[in-house]
């Protein structure tokens, strides 16, 4: 089993910038790729940004690309989500979420990934 929890979420006004952790415990090794959601009030889950463990690689999702970037520290088992530039509409909670199998990073469905953390707040004020 593999345990993710979040941090660093908050308010913050239009153009601010936030940068949220989150840290994996428990069977580490055994994951390929970590990745970011987030869901709106009403609004189905959706995929952000993914980091494969191998080689470092990174996919965005279109609405953040350019302004997001998710990176990671492996001596500490944590994945991060530095988000510049935000807007009102990347109002969300967003959650961390790993996976161990060898999907392509451009797979990005939600039930690809078998572990989540509990999610983070974070409202951008406009």
């Known amino acids: 089993q593999v345990q993710l929890v979040e941090s660093g979420g908050g308010l913050v006004q239009t153009g601010g910038s936030l940068r949220l952790s989150c840290a994996a415990s428990?069977?580490?090794?055994?994951?390929?790729?970590m990745a970011w959601f987030r869901q709106a009030p009403g609004k189905e889950r959706e995929f952000v940004a993914a980091?494969?463990?191998?080689?470092?690689?990174?996919y965005y999702a279109d609405s953040v690309k350019g302004r997001f970037t998710i990176s990671r520290d492996s001596a500490k088992n944590t994945v991060y989500l530095q988000m510049n530039s935000l807007k009102p509409e990347d109002t969300a909670v967003y959650y961390c979420?790993?996976?161990?199998?060898?999907?392509?990073?451009?797979?990005?469905?939600?039930?690809?990934?078998?572990?989540w953390g509990q999610g983070t707040q974070v409202t951008v004020s406009s």
């Open positions: 979420a790993a996976r161990d199998n060898s999907l392509s990073l451009r797979y990005t469905g939600a039930p690809s990934y078998g572990y």
């Open positions: 428990g069977r580490t090794l055994s994951i390929s790729t």
């Open positions: 980091i494969r463990r191998s080689d470092d690689s990174t």
